[in-house]
């Protein structure tokens, strides 16, 4: 729906029907009068924009209105009327949107989140850029807002499950990537039960072919180890994302890192708050790389081990 949307109103004759049509229902005398299209011209149009699903006809009496069919093509066409089409990836654009979103995000309404995710799905925004300028951003700010103490623990877990629904969304219009026969494990390790950034790393690699295994939060040291164990994945990637955990990460690193040498395919990659603040602690436990976000392990991390394949005959269960 949403790429159809750019796809039709790139035709001006269109884009005007569509416009007016933003004002209300129309008749086509009255699209007539307002676009200065020919009648034939303008029902070939509506014809077309009603196969497409994006306009509807309702009958009233001896007259037929035509209307938009969906609150997202009204939105997306709000966009194209702002001239924000060219500038979806610009920050300053970007911006407004992490404001829109942080905000409703707070408040507990979900409906202006999915509003902000449509808008941007509607301008092909990547899912990159999504994730590290949109997302992240706005509950950076929500949990900037729960440190000063301008909301509480309650409203922060809400934007979170809002934002992990989201994110689902997103997901769900995106199509994956050819499957590479790579397998990717990914936790948080004890004590770290912040899951958002690391979830975006899954969808990441998902989207670009990778199989993935998702532990979740607060995984314990054992069963980290013993799913590394049953999986055999070519990439381990941990999340520290809170103080004070840092002790428990690094001992899992060292023991990840310790069957590299019955493991050659095997890397190990931490990421989260600590993986920017210890980075040089995770290394010397034997920590391959750290990622501070998903737009470093995107355009530096991942791409170092494109050229690494899985050796035949990998388990894969």
Request: charged share 25%.
């Given at each position: 729906?949403?790429?159809q949307?750019?796809a ?27 676009t ?6 303008v ?7 009603r196969?497409?699903g994006l ?25 194209a009327?702002?001239g924000l089409?060219?500038?979806a990836h ?14 409703a ?5 979900e ?12 301008l ?19 949990g ?5 103490g ?44 912040h ?19 998702f ?10 180890l ?6 055999e994945?070519?990439i381990?990637?941990?999340?520290c ?7 428990a ?21 931490v ?19 750290t ?9 530096v991390?991942?791409?170092?081990l494109?050229?690494r ?9």
């Amino acid at each position: 729906m949403k790429s159809q949307v750019f796809a039709e109103i790139a035709d001006a004759s269109r884009r005007n029907i569509l416009a007016e049509l933003r004002r209300g229902p129309r008749t086509v005398s009255e699209l007539v009068s307002a676009t200065g299209l020919k009648q034939p011209n303008v029902s070939n149009h509506l014809a077309r924009l009603r196969d497409c699903g994006l306009v509807e006809a309702t009958k009233r009496g001896r007259l037929v209105f035509y209307a938009l069919n969906d609150p997202r093509v009204e939105a997306a066409l709000g966009i194209a009327a702002n001239g924000l089409c060219t500038r979806a990836h610009d920050p300053i654009s970007l911006a407004t949107y992490v404001e829109r979103y942080a905000e409703a995000a707070v408040r507990g309404e979900e409906a202006a989140c999915v509003a902000v995710v449509d808008e941007l799905l509607a301008l092909h925004v990547d899912l990159v850029t999504l994730y590290s300028d949109v997302l992240g951003p706005a509950m950076a700010r929500v949990g900037d807002g729960y440190v000063l103490g301008e909301i509480d623990e309650g409203q922060e877990h809400l934007a979170s499950a809002i934002t992990e629904r989201a994110m689902a969304r997103i997901v769900h219009f995106r199509t994956k990537g050819v499957m590479n026969e790579r397998l990717a494990l990914l936790g948080c390790s004890a004590g770290n039960l912040h899951t958002l950034g690391l979830r975006m790393l899954s969808d990441y690699l998902a989207s670009e072919g990778w199989e993935v295994r998702f532990l979740g939060a607060n995984v314990p040291h054992q069963a980290f180890l013993e799913a590394e164990l049953r999986y055999e994945p070519e990439i381990v990637l941990v999340s520290c994302g809170a103080r004070g955990t840092e002790e428990a990460c690094e001992s899992l690193v060292r023991a990840l890192s310790d069957r590299k040498p019955l493991r050659p395919d095997l890397r190990v990659g931490v990421g989260g708050r600590c993986a920017l603040e210890a980075a040089p602690r995770f290394l010397e436990a034997g920590a391959d790389f750290t990622a501070r976000d998903l737009r470093e392990f995107a355009a530096v991390s991942l791409p170092s081990l494109a050229e690494r394949r899985r050796p035949p005959g990998a388990n894969r269960l």
